[in-house]
């Protein structure tokens, strides 16, 4: 059976006066509990000195279960006392066997503790089945019995108990003691624990005026009744056993143990007060034994059926991971709200790189992140908020009542100023920001499902933004949204109807205006749409994978139409350049597509470059620089494209098996219009030289910025001022016209 931890709110005084007043109360139960015992064992006569109920022993077993065995001395302390006290055993005992008398039995107690508290570590406040079965098998029996064989023991070597009635005594006293321990020590911890830690104590389910009433009336006359009616049989005493486990059954463990600890008592004093004279001491003891255990078992096992079904509905209606509400409680509330005619917001976020975390560190640190995250975020919104987790990364905030509007902007921009925050989880700091999107419900008509539906629009605009950032809904973004879907719906199938087709924008040399390469562009007609822009469809195609079909037919329509190019004026056919995707990159798909391109349309590899995006690889450098020395190993150029605008291509660059690189638009733009945009592009150009490599200039617009990129030692430009794409025919046209010098570029161009 596996072992719980120690529940940290056992029983446990806070300070030395606590303590004291603890010893003394205990010492001071113990006598008054020990003089009763005394009289009853007296009264019964069969037996001297052996009680049928000892309540000591079960105040002994909960001061040392609950309060540890640093007790101990105390215990002693207590049985050292009574001993000559009350129980008269100096009369017979030599003063060293008082002591050793004393310390036999308080040490029974103590190893008895000692394995429920750090052998099998029991929660001391009984909160579970296993911690309560435990205290029966060491409390109730081995402990007690322990402590019969010492101390009878010690009247058999005393003197006055004759050997022959030993184990006679024995059972006598250990289940006398075991009645005292099942009745006792259940009630103190559980009320002791609850009391001293400032702990409500459970009463079990919500009460019910009446069968509260009636309960407590069938248990507080039950055993003195039954006494005024049974005369010397003592049988009827057993029918006091249903009210306490209908007691077990209705009102909780807690209230249970005290109901035992209440019947054994009054059975006791209501035969004490008849006389027990006729008390068949088996009876009662059969009785009181059996009626503990088998009550405290019930109230237990009901409990552990409670909280299973409790512990169920909550898995329900939470996430297990958080704690936080799940997806469907968070719905419910949410429509609750809508319907409710109230003011409600939505926000709904994710955490931007919780995949790449997951991948970098593993799932487990992932997930701690994730708790992380639910712990902060529901710290700095507030109470006012409803917080819950929607599903792997996504969580959801729910804002009700008035200005519920402002107070989601509000709390949006928390959102992204606490998320921003590194968090730190074991040896790594991990970062978490997040794309959040707000929508607010519109009234007096509005769904749950569509304030959620645009609250998560916002969110997709906003991680699309990059992230990091918060949107709110408006009716322009969903129509962008609308369009995003309309775009998708009809690209699925744009392939198959071939609609789509590439054309191609020559790149020319400097100064001579040969053409050294030609980029590939697809362009799409849809007979709804017509001319669709590729600004409108490439996002789309990124973000559904559907770009991995549309690189695989440019590829092969460039490669087939690269290879009927002539030669130019240098005596080499144009090199046909081809756009990798990030979905593309890493994919050994694409590895394939190459290669069968290639065998197909006869294109020598060289005369084939493939540009890769520049911010590309900034999750996984080192795999992005294996992938690319496997792609350059196939034969074709490596192009940098758009470079300037990512952020790693000068820490990565030297490594990158690359031969070229093409300078983003925004370079030439700036172009003549002060010292910035040179001295920007003469030291791009100059890194490039150093490491060898070609420079190629993209959005030339005027003959302005070509002298400036030619002055600057470009090695060749791209532009809308030198060549708009072409269809393959005008292509084939262009390249069979002799080059023009780089002064009349604009007149033969336009």
Request: aromatic share 8%.
């Amino acid at each position: 059976m596996e072992a719980s931890p120690r529940n940290p709110l056992e029983v446990r005084p806070g300070s030395h006066v606590a303590s004291l007043l603890v010893g003394a109360t205990y010492v001071g139960l113990y006598l008054l509990a020990a003089l009763w015992g005394r009289d009853v064992a007296t009264a019964v006569g069969t037996v001297p000195g052996v009680a049928p109920w000892f309540p000591a022993a079960g105040l002994s077993m909960a001061l040392l279960v609950g309060f540890g065995l640093r007790w101990a001395p105390v215990v002693f302390l207590a049985e050292l006392i009574s001993g000559p006290l009350i129980f008269n055993i100096d009369a017979t005992f030599t003063a060293p066997q008082v002591v050793l008398n004393a310390a036999a039995i308080a040490g029974a107690f103590t190893i008895g503790a000692w394995v429920l508290r750090d052998l099998v570590r029991i929660d001391t406040s009984l909160r579970d089945m296993r911690s309560l079965v435990w205290l029966l098998v060491v409390g109730v029996g081995a402990a007690p019995l322990l402590a019969a064989l010492a101390g009878v023991g010690m009247r058999v070597w005393a003197g006055p108990d004759p050997a022959s009635l030993y184990f006679d005594e024995v059972r006598t006293w250990w289940v006398g003691d075991a009645i005292g321990v099942a009745s006792v020590t259940p009630a103190v911890l559980t009320v002791g624990s609850a009391f001293i830690n400032r702990v409500r104590p459970s009463f079990g389910p919500p009460s019910e005026g009446l069968r509260d009433f009636g309960q407590t009336i069938v248990v507080l006359c039950a055993p003195f009744a039954l006494y005024a009616l049974q005369g010397a049989q003592h049988r009827l005493l057993l029918v006091s056993a249903f009210p306490v486990i209908w007691v077990a059954v209705t009102r909780g463990f807690l209230i249970t143990s005290v109901t035992v600890l209440y019947t054994n008592a009054a059975c006791t004093a209501a035969a004490d007060l008849q006389g027990l004279g006729g008390l068949d001491l088996t009876d009662i003891q059969t009785f009181m034994l059996t009626l503990a255990v088998m009550s405290l078992g019930v109230a237990a096992a009901t409990r552990e059926l409670r909280r299973s079904r409790t512990a169920l509905a909550y898995r329900a209606t939470h996430d297990e991971l958080t704690g936080l509400p799940n997806r469907g409680s968070f719905f419910r509330r949410l429509r609750e709200a809508v319907e409710g005619w109230g003011d409600v917001s939505v926000i709904f976020f994710d955490i931007d790189r919780a995949r790449a975390v997951g991948d970098a560190v593993g799932l487990e640190v992932m997930d701690g992140l994730l708790v992380q995250v639910a712990e902060r975020v529901s710290r700095a919104v507030g109470p006012d908020c409803t917080l819950a987790r929607y599903g792997g990364d996504e969580f959801a905030i729910l804002i009700c009542g008035p200005n519920a509007e402002r107070r989601g902007a509000e709390v949006a921009g928390l959102l992204v100023s606490v998320l921003r925050i590194p968090f730190h989880e074991g040896e790594h700091e991990l970062f978490a920001p997040a794309s959040v999107g707000l929508a607010t419900a519109v009234r007096p008509h509005d769904e749950a499902g569509n304030v959620l539906r645009r609250a998560d629009m916002a969110r997709a605009q906003a991680r699309r933004r990059g992230g990091d950032t918060w949107i709110a809904y408006s009716e322009e973004l969903g129509a962008r949204v609308s369009e995003w879907h309309g775009v998708e719906h009809q690209l699925r199938g744009a392939l198959e109807r071939a609609d789509m087709r590439v054309e191609y924008q020559p790149i020319f040399a400097l100064p001579g205006r040969e053409v050294v390469y030609v980029e590939s562009l697809v362009r799409w007609r849809d007979a709804e749409r017509g001319d669709v822009s590729p600004v409108a469809f490439i996002p789309v195609a990124e973000a559904t994978g559907a770009i991995r079909h549309i690189g695989r037919f440019v590829l092969r329509a460039a490669c087939m139409e690269a290879a009927k190019w002539p030669a130019t004026q240098n005596g080499v056919a144009p090199i046909v350049t081809v756009n990798v995707s990030v979905r593309q990159l890493g994919d050994d798909r694409l590895i394939a597509d190459i290669e069968r391109a290639l065998e197909q349309s006869g294109l020598p590899p060289s005369r084939l470059a493939l540009e890769i995006t520049e911010s590309m690889g900034l999750e996984d450098p080192e795999a992005t620089i294996a992938f690319l020395h496997r792609l350059r190993g196939l034969g074709p150029v490596l192009m940098i494209d758009d470079f300037g605008c990512g952020y790693s291509s000068l820490a990565h660059l030297h490594r990158l098996p690359v031969s070229v690189v093409k300078l983003d638009r925004v370079f030439a733009s700036d172009l003549g219009q002060g010292n910035a945009g040179e001295a920007v592009v003469g030291s791009v150009v100059h890194l490039a030289r150093g490491l060898s490599l070609k420079v190629v200039a993209e959005g030339v617009e005027s003959d302005e910025q070509l002298r400036h990129l030619h002055r600057l030692g470009c090695d060749a430009v791209q532009g809308f001022g030198m060549s708009r794409p072409l269809a393959p025919e005008a292509l084939q046209e262009l390249l069979g016209r002799p080059s023009r010098p780089l002064s009349s570029v604009r007149a033969t161009t336009s």
